[in-house]
């Protein structure tokens, strides 16, 4: 168990652009069929960004839902942390262009970017500023446009990746456990095997970066998915662990969404029926940071979750990276006014 005061969401948002690109687009595109991204992947269709749009503009509306939740008004916010491996520019920093949209006054802000591990780490990483008693309400958005470095050309990437953003609130809790464990992780010996090669300081934007097709994902999928297979049902024993939660007792599993066969590999690690696993993959792909928000915020809205629910929210990505987290849906908030202080 974490020690210092019991830290929970107290606001979901999600928000999604309304452009949908089905298989059956896709095949217009790329040599492909809808029944081998439907067998390979479990993805039908997924939702993309028009023209124009940007992660910062997903990342707002998603965080306006979450306000409007959890029942509180931008002002109230002390930090947002925005999770992206896609942010709309390498600076500033996307997190402040939300701050500004949402008139978060009074919030510092800051992005991380850890892969599609992200929104665990910004979890995590919001937890503790409360529980340093720091900081009293943190949003913690996700936010990806991951098909604007998309290779269309590339049939084996091409068909994965959707856009979406999904918000949580987080405040100290006077009833209930909130986060109860974390486990992160990264192996960055794995770092070649999921890219966007130039455009950073390594490799800079040039007119060779761009006709060599750099500035878009490169991913070795073989070795992403062995690597994936394992550590989504090792990261969620070793949170449960540190929870002191037995897997039997968790009341739904909210992997990241990238494929169906990893979701239902790591459910059989955690020897986890599928009425028990949120899936959503079918409809929006892979959302990257946005992916466990996105099917949390659906699940709740949908009436699945109830007040003690066990929550166990795990995710792999770049890095090679990885993040998991534990955690007691619903309890009541400290009052405003009220101490942060056990
Ligand atoms: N349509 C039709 N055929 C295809 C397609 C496609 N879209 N893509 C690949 N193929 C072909 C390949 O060329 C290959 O053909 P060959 O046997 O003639 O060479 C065959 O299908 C099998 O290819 P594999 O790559 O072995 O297919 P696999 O079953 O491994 O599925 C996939 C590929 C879906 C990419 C899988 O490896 C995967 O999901 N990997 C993990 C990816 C992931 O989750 N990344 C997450 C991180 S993303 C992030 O952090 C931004």
């Not at 916010?77 to 949209?101: E, G, H, K, R």
């Not at 970017?113 to 409360?130: K, R």
């Amino acid at each position: 168990m974490l020690n210092g005061i019991p830290v929970g969401i107290v606001g979901l948002g999600s928000y999604v652009p309304d452009k949908i690109l089905t298989n059956a687009d896709l095949e217009k595109i790329v040599d492909t069929t809808d029944e081998w991204i439907k067998t390979r992947t479990g993805i039908s269709e997924r939702h993309i960004v028009e023209e124009g749009m940007s992660s910062s503009d997903l990342a707002i509306g998603a965080s306006k839902r979450a306000l409007e939740d959890a029942g509180i008004t931008a002002d109230k916010i002390d930090l947002i942390i925005c999770s992206t491996a896609t942010p709309d520019m390498m600076f500033p920093a996307t997190s402040c262009i939300v701050q500004d949209a949402i008139g978060a006054h009074n919030a510092g802000a800051f992005d991380m970017e850890v892969g599609c591990s992200g929104f665990i780490y910004a979890l995590t990483v919001g937890t503790q500023f409360i529980k340093s008693g720091m900081y009293r309400t943190v949003l913690v958005v996700g936010a990806e446009c991951l098909t604007r470095v998309t290779d269309w050309a590339d049939r084996s990437t091409c068909v994965l990746f959707g856009d979406g953003a999904g918000a949580a609130i987080l405040q100290p809790l006077k009833k209930g456990r909130g986060f109860m464990g974390f486990e992160l992780g990264s192996r960055g010996s794995g770092a070649n095997l999921l890219t966007l090669p130039a455009g950073g300081s390594k490799k800079p934007a040039s007119h060779e970066t761009v006709n060599n097709r750099e500035h878009y994902i490169r991913m070795d999928g073989n070795e992403v998915y062995k690597f994936a297979v394992v550590i989504m049902g090792e990261a969620s024993l070793k949170a449960l662990e540190k929870a002191g939660v037995n897997p039997e007792d968790v009341s739904y599993f909210i992997p990241h969404q990238a494929n169906i066969r990893i979701i239902n590999a790591a459910a059989r690690r955690l020897k986890l029926d599928m009425d028990r696993v949120i899936v959503n993959v079918d409809r929006f792909g892979n959302t990257s940071c946005a992916s466990v928000p996105l099917a949390l915020d659906e699940a709740y809205r949908a009436g699945r979750i109830k007040e003690g629910d066990i929550l166990v929210f795990v995710a792999f990505g770049a890095g090679l990276s990885w993040g998991a987290a534990v955690l007691e849906w619903g309890g009541e908030p400290l009052e405003e006014g009220e101490s942060i202080c056990q």
